[in-house]
């Protein structure tokens, strides 16, 4: 960009070093988190760190099967699919809309619902508690999915609005003239189009209940307990168990790692699109 | 609301008048969007009015029985309280060293690998892997690389011949370091936007420098940096709101100590909401923090309408 046409040796050369130095600083605590993972405790708790040993797998087994964290990892996976399948339907009732018609108030009703996210959660965290212990909700599943499905809402109808803007309109009008009602045509012609940004959206939806935590603190105790309440376990304030911890983090960080990585263009143009042209 | 002039209701009327789907002035799309946005109406108001609710009582979730009106006592409280000023202080601290360092970070990492470089794609995606991180995970992971004895970072630091330092009990470093380990994690937002911003700039400016002769420094500073005001303003207000939440990587490696070095805003109504049950102080405060990011946004987005006029 600074130097347009062929960049010179030395940008080159700078352009590596910086990327280089970048990518170890970024990369190697989740490097260190997975490799202390499979240490032993006596490995883990050296002053001199220990970088040749035999791995072991009895952390994961440990946390996975005896601390029963395989039942927080069930609880998230319950309310976050959930949750995302319903946001999808709520998202797609209002961005179909401000995507096709030239509504009256819509730019109103687009920036009403993106300044939904100013409001810090820990605001309506209270009464939050205090209402759904009234409805004897908590520790039960529909608080958080309520809550999550409110939370992603915003940034899904704007995704969405994004991909039903890009299918062309002549391929909607040639259904209208066939004889398609507005409804019939849209499930069968828009719907199937805008399928990959579902799934993206979907995806980016299902990623942040997963790492959600304030929510799940507040509104869960033992039975409903998510994945990320599962690891404050084990954050006390004389917590010795970091190979176990270690394992709990990689179990909870590695799928969406693993599922960024297929839909990294989808969710940089989420969360660069509602920025740059936000 | 709308002032636009009502003189075309003919056009409006019927379906003649209208072809295709577009110009629709019908009231279907309305009812289809009304069941989400009533949601979204209801899960924001509700709680807010309910928290002034709370925010006016006596209401302490240990003691039901001396639940009473207490008018704005709650409020008064809390303005005369130091602890209240401490958790201020203590945010704009942290939001101030985060959210700066990002920017110069991420800014620096973006013009540098906007180049076009042979595999600069390798760096400009592994560069965004801990955005996919929880913020739990982030908070425990820098806290067992920070530890004393064993941790990772320590060893570095007696390897350079310093002494080991607890730095997570060490009520001077406690909060600069959990402004790192956000730095660590955000920084590849502010990136991933900058670099986006970056690679939108039209082409002209950098001709007509380059055929000036001009310096890559001064081509940054005097083209590339005037450009790029208003999305860096519009990344600043992004991380400025998310940063002014900070919890999760509080309640992970320090729960607002040591002493209160960190009890940010977002601590402090959690800790007297839900470990000290005060939930009339908590709801009063929720909505002392609602106010005061009410107004950092409305000074933001006041500054980016004026930039925005002056460029467009």
Request: with cysteine; glycine share 8%.
């Amino acid at each position: 960009m600074f130097a347009l046409g062929r960049p010179s040796r030395t940008a080159v050369v700078t352009t590596y070093a910086v990327g280089v130095v970048a990518l170890l600083l970024f990369l190697f605590p989740i490097f260190w988190m997975v490799l202390t993972s499979v240490k032993t405790t006596a490995q883990a708790f050296t002053s001199d760190p220990v970088l040749v040993f035999q791995p072991t797998l009895d952390n994961y087994r440990e946390v996975l099967f005896e601390r029963g964290f395989s039942k927080y990892i069930g609880n998230s996976l319950v309310i976050g699919v959930i949750a995302t399948l319903l946001t999808l339907v709520l998202a797609v009732t209002v961005a179909y809309p401000l995507a096709r018609y030239d509504l009256r108030g819509g730019r109103q009703i687009t920036s009403w619902i993106l300044s939904l996210r100013i409001i810090p959660p820990i605001v309506s965290v209270v009464p939050l508690y205090i209402i759904f212990s009234n409805l004897n909700l908590v520790d039960q599943y529909p608080a958080l999915i309520i809550m999550y499905t409110f939370m992603n809402l915003p940034l899904a109808v704007w995704m969405l609005r994004g991909f039903f803007a890009d299918i062309p309109r002549e391929l909607e009008e040639a259904a209208l003239v066939d004889g398609s009602s507005p409804v019939g045509g849209f499930f069968r012609i828009v719907l199937p189009l805008v399928v990959p940004g579902l799934v993206a959206t979907g995806m980016l939806s299902l990623i942040f209940c997963w790492n959600e935590f304030l929510f799940a603190n507040v509104l869960t105790a033992a039975r409903a307990k998510t994945a990320p309440v599962g690891l404050t376990e084990y954050a006390t304030p004389t917590g010795v168990l970091w190979t176990q911890i270690m394992a709990a983090g990689t179990v909870v960080v590695l799928p969406v790692m693993v599922v960024g990585v297929f839909i990294q263009g989808f969710l940089v143009r989420g969360l660069a699109a509602g920025a740059v042209k936000g | 609301m709308s002032t636009e002039p009502q003189a075309l209701p003919i056009n409006r009327v019927g379906p003649v008048a209208q072809p295709g789907p577009v110009r629709g002035r019908r009231i279907g799309p309305y009812l289809v969007m009304l069941p989400a946005l009533l949601f979204l109406l209801a899960i924001s108001i509700a709680p807010l009015l309910y928290s002034l609710v709370v925010s006016l009582l006596r209401y302490n979730l240990m003691n039901p029985d001396r639940m009473g009106f207490a008018g704005l006592r709650n409020f008064q409280l809390i303005l005369s309280s130091p602890d209240f000023w401490n958790s201020l202080l203590v945010t704009v601290e942290f939001v101030v060293i985060a959210v700066g360092l990002e920017l110069v970070l991420g800014l620096g990492l973006a013009l540098v690998l906007s180049r076009d470089v042979p595999g600069v794609g390798v760096f400009r995606s592994f560069i965004l892997v801990p955005l996919a991180l929880a913020p739990v995970v982030v908070g425990l992971l820098w806290r067992f690389m920070l530890n004393t004895e064993s941790g990772i970072l320590n060893w570095v630091i007696s390897v350079l011949g310093f002494s080991r330092t607890d730095f997570l009990s060490n009520t001077t470093l406690a909060l600069p370091i959990i402004a790192l380990v956000d730095v660590w994690q955000w920084t590849p937002f502010m990136f991933l936007i900058l670099l986006a911003a970056i690679q939108a700039l039209p082409h002209e400016p950098f001709e007509a420098a380059a055929i000036d002769g001009a310096s890559t420094r001064e081509t940054i500073l005097h083209i590339a940096l005037p450009m790029l005001r208003y999305p860096i303003l519009v990344a600043v207000l992004l991380r400025t709101i998310d940063a002014f939440r900070v919890y999760d990587l509080i309640f992970m490696m320090t729960r607002g100590g040591p002493v209160n070095a960190t009890d940010t805003l977002s601590w402090s109504v959690y800790n007297n909401g839900f470990r000290n049950f005060n939930m009339g102080y908590a709801a009063a405060l929720s909505w002392i923090i609602l106010i005061i990011v009410t107004a950092v946004v409305t000074v933001f987005i006041r500054l980016l309408a004026g930039r925005a006029g002056e460029t467009a």
